[in-house]
């Protein structure tokens, strides 16, 4: 079955410990981005990744850290230094090269996380 | 850099009746236009884009969008909603580097 899986659905998080979201893709699309939600405040680009072993911080990148190691997976760690993590975390994936149909980003269905 | 501006949180709407959202939009060159639905505690769903050529585009769901460069906007509509279209709507703009900048959202209530 294709598509973005984003696990788990949710997660709880204590005070001072680290926590990695999972998103892994059978789209062999080269682009993945992490955007966070919340409420009346659309979506927040944290990190992205155009290619594999390469990313660059978003418009919110502090208190969070990824990997690309894989084509298929772009974990994201929300470290102790995010002070206020709780919120909805969406994974999506984009082909790149030429084409502007390139541009068009799929999502995956989200993690909810929640401070203890 | 782009970015979106979504005048409206929240919308009401009886079943049956029409729906506009509207989306006004800040960037220097024809950029790429998106808009996406979200029903609670899901992912995106893309309902349509904008690239070049014709100016209403249609998309899934029965819904449509007009581009008006003078405007700076990309409203989306339909003619009649359906309670199922109960949902937050959300407008983005791309650019050559592949990013897109999203709205804040409109949240669409649908009474019986």
């Known amino acids: 079955d294709g598509g973005i899986t984003q696990s788990p659905k949710y997660l709880f998080r204590k005070e001072g410990q680290n926590v990695t979201l999972s998103c892994e893709q059978n789209?062999?699309?080269?682009?993945m981005y992490w955007y966070r939600q919340d409420p009346g405040q659309g979506l927040r680009l944290i990190y992205y990744?155009?290619?594999?072993?390469?990313?660059q911080k978003g418009d919110i990148a502090e208190g969070y850290s990824v990997s690309r190691e894989k084509k298929e997976s772009f974990p994201l760690t929300v470290t102790s230094a995010q002070k206020n993590p709780t919120a909805f975390y969406l994974c999506?994936?984009?082909?790149?090269?030429?084409?502007?149909?390139?541009?068009?980003?799929?999502f995956g269905a989200g993690t909810r996380l929640s401070v203890l | 850099a782009q970015s979106v501006t979504q005048p409206d949180i929240h919308i009401t709407v009886s079943e049956g009746a029409s729906l506009e959202l509207r989306c006004n939009y800040s960037?220097?060159?024809?950029?790429?236009l998106f808009w996406y639905v979200q029903s609670p505690g899901q992912g995106l769903q893309l309902l349509l884009k904008?690239?070049?050529?014709?100016?209403l585009v249609q998309g899934i769901k029965g819904f449509e969008a007009e581009f008006k460069r003078s405007q700076s906007s990309f409203n989306l509509r339909k003619p009649s909603v359906h309670w199922s279209d109960a949902a937050e709507y959300f407008c983005?703009?791309?650019?050559?580097?592949?990013?897109?900048?999203f709205g804040a959202g409109t949240t669409v209530t649908v009474r019986a």
């Open positions: 789209l062999n699309h080269d682009a």
């Open positions: 990744s155009q290619i594999v072993n390469d990313f």
């Open positions: 904008y690239f070049s050529g014709d100016t």
């Open positions: 983005a703009v791309g650019a050559l580097d592949y990013k897109l900048s």
């Open positions: 960037y220097g060159a024809t950029p790429y």
């Open positions: 999506a994936t984009s082909g790149t090269g030429a084409g502007a149909a390139k541009n068009i980003q799929y």
